[in-house]
């Protein structure tokens, strides 16, 4: 038996239209379920913030780090949004870092991201059909832990210092 590209595209066009109806079926599960998580990362750094009020350095925090829950678990993420994230992450670490050992952690981590991200677009590394995956994950863990840390932060500074 020769195997033929038309062959080969002819087969996964059969499996494909077989099985679309299944696919779109788990794709609306799980576009579902994210949109889910994502309301529920909202939900919570708003009860954070109704939980700080009276203390603004932690308020300011958390202002600044819902735009980022919200980019971050969008299904849709676009490059540019790291305009965005990098500098509302940098304001809050500053309002809640216990001294500046911290900010440059931060800091550090946060041109991490940035650096991962210049490697999801526009530049690419060699490789690029798995690099980019890679480099994606580490913008992605970098900017969550990040994230994560400055609401856990902004729950437990105490009003008028960090």
């Known amino acids: 038996m020769r195997l033929t590209v038309s062959a080969v595209l002819g087969d996964a066009w059969h499996l494909y239209t077989r099985h679309a109806g299944r696919l779109i079926g788990i794709a609306a599960i799980v576009f579902g379920f994210l949109s889910a998580v994502q309301a529920l990362l909202m939900l919570a750094v708003l009860v954070a913030a109704v939980w700080i009020r009276g203390n603004v350095r932690a308020a300011v925090a958390l202002a600044a780090a819902a735009p980022v829950v919200f980019l971050l678990t969008n299904r849709i993420?676009?490059?540019?949004?790291?305009?965005?994230?990098v500098p509302a992450l940098a304001l809050a670490a500053a309002l809640v870092a216990r001294d500046r050992r911290v900010q440059l952690a931060v800091g550090f981590a946060l041109m991490g991201a940035s650096l991962a991200n210049g490697f999801v677009y526009p530049y690419s590394l060699p490789h690029q059909a798995i690099t980019w995956q890679v480099a994606s994950a580490v913008l992605f863990a970098l900017a969550l832990v990040v994230t994560a840390w400055v609401v856990r932060r902004s729950l437990n500074v105490r009003p008028g210092g960090a």
């Open 77 to 85: 993420f676009s490059p540019q949004f790291m305009v965005l994230v």
